[in-house]
């Protein structure tokens, strides 16, 4: 992905022999692209200055979300003229496994691409041991407990989570634990599909019922029979869809794309969001009545920065299987590594954590690593979210206070106000943040590129942007 043409030529006649190619200019195109795929590319390879604002990395890092949202074993190389520190370790936390400047030498980009093939991803069959979970903190032992209280009812389950926290072998643990786990555990990650052929992969469709139905074929739901079907991202569900996947939940009815005959579901749904469905029930994108029958139970994956010293035997699981994989003796972190290792946030989570092994075992196999070693792999610059505090009881309600406002402005305008109080927030979070816009975007609860566009519209000077590309 990037929006020079010389550069996607290029590459795509340096690479040809290794590897296919599809190239794309934008975000959305590529993302496009993905979706028409008949499976997710294994690699790649991506720029982070994309349209509309080239100059800046915004939409290179939204994309990287995108891609892991559609297929999360997807090995995502970052190559890009905006090569400064602070965006490598961004890219890097968000889930992208190695940054490489431009201008590249070509050997050593074929190298390296090469090389990520040989990165170990997740198994995408459940793992039969029923070890999906690595941990001993209070919290993974709590979820744990409600894994085995929820896995033998035939409800569904949501689980929530931040990106990248593991809520897929949450779902995993719930089939291998249930009286289902001899029968198929299937996986529709909801971002991955166009809207237009998602009622035909849930549902089924029958011959003729579109252009190119030219056979009648079953869907996830017949599919998955009585075991566990997985939707993943249940947040990107179109929302003309939604009564349909309720229908099922309800009394397990369904029909296929094309025919009137009542067909029946026994397969137990899971549903995983990184997003808060509640919020999304409440800006009318999510239908209230689908999320409370897809809530009856509820599992929240805690985020890293939660987990303690989790993180060291996270640490311990990821290398000896990436050293096992690469057939290289395993790193160790020395002492003050170790302690840098257990304070860092880990904005990514595990998936983030798992890169940064990789990258540590790969460039320092059998080496001792140190502190300054460590920190190269790490968003240092990258604030927690901050911890929630109890405010003191308002001694009005915002109702009352909007009532005496009206009561007493003559020349009241909304979006004047509403404006202005935008501003108010944006600016405290910069101040309070000292201009960190990281830590200012979690402060306000949006994400960076929200933040920048936010500036702009409210005219307010944004930070200098590199001129890379």
């Known amino acids: 992905m990037d929006d020079d043409p010389l550069i996607t030529e290029a590459l795509g006649f340096l690479l040809e022999t290794d590897f296919t190619v599809t190239a794309a200019p934008t975000r959305s195109q590529a993302v496009e692209a993905v979706r028409r795929m008949s499976s997710a590319p294994e690699l790649a390879l991506i720029d982070l200055g994309l349209p509309p604002t080239p100059h800046r990395p915004d939409q290179g890092f939204a994309l990287i979300a995108d891609l892991l949202a559609h297929a999360p074993a997807m090995r995502i190389l970052v190559l890009s003229g905006q090569n400064d520190e602070s965006n490598a370790r961004h890219a890097r936390a968000l889930g992208a496994l190695e940054f490489i400047p431009k201008p590249a030498d070509p050997g050593k980009l074929r190298a390296t691409l090469l090389a990520a093939l040989a990165v170990p991803t997740e198994t995408p069959e459940v793992p039969r041991d029923g070890l999906a979970l690595v ?55 909801c971002a991955a599909i166009a ?29 998955a029979g009585e075991g566990t079907l997985f939707l993943d991202e249940i947040g990107e569900l179109p929302l003309d869809l939604q009564p349909k996947l309720l229908r099922v939940l309800e009394n397990g009815e369904f029909q296929r794309v094309g025919e009137t005959r009542q067909r029946f579901s026994r397969a137990r749904i899971v549903a995983a969001t990184n997003r808060d469905l509640r919020a999304e029930v409440r800006a009318g994108r999510f239908r209230a009545d689908l999320y409370h029958r897809l809530s009856v139970f509820t599992l929240r994956v805690p985020p890293l920065r939660e987990l303690g010293e989790d993180r060291l035997l996270l640490l311990d699981h990821f290398r000896h299987q990436v050293a096992t994989q690469l057939a290289t003796p395993p790193f160790s972190l020395d002492e003050a590594a170790q302690g840098c290792w257990l304070a860092y946030g880990f904005p990514g989570n595990v998936r983030e954590l798992k890169n940064i092994v990789i990258r540590l075992q790969t460039k320092l196999p059998g080496r001792r690593v140190g502190v300054t070693q460590l920190e190269a792999e790490l968003e240092l610059d990258a604030a927690p979210p901050p911890r929630p505090q109890a405010a003191p009881p308002p001694a009005t309600t915002p109702v009352s206070r909007a009532m005496e406002t009206l009561r007493n402005q003559r020349a009241f305008n909304l979006d004047e ?15 309070l943040a000292q201009g960190n816009f990281s830590h200012a975007a979690r402060l306000l609860g949006v994400h960076r590129t929200t933040l920048y566009n936010r500036l702009e519209a409210l005219g307010l000077p944004r930070p200098q942007a590199s001129t890379g590309n």
């Not at 569904?156 to 009286?179: I, N």
């Not at 509403?418 to 910069?430: G, I, Q």
Request: glycine share 10%; net charge negative; charged share 20%.
């Open 417 to 431: 106000t509403l404006r202005n109080e935008e501003r108010a927030y944006v600016e405290a979070a910069l101040l």
């Open 135 to 189: 941990g001993a903190s209070q919290a993974i032992l709590d979820l744990h407990q409600r894994i085995d209280q929820y896995a033998p009812a035939p409800f569904p389950v949501l689980v929530e989570g931040e990106s990248g926290t593991g809520k897929e072998r949450v779902a995993q643990q719930l089939h291998l634990q249930s009286g289902r786990r001899e029968h198929p555990y299937l996986t529709l990650n």
């Open 195 to 223: 809207p237009s052929l998602m009622e035909s992969l849930l549902f089924g469709h029958t011959r003729g019922a579109f252009t190119g139905a030219d056979s009648p074929r079953t869907g996830y739901f017949e599919d």
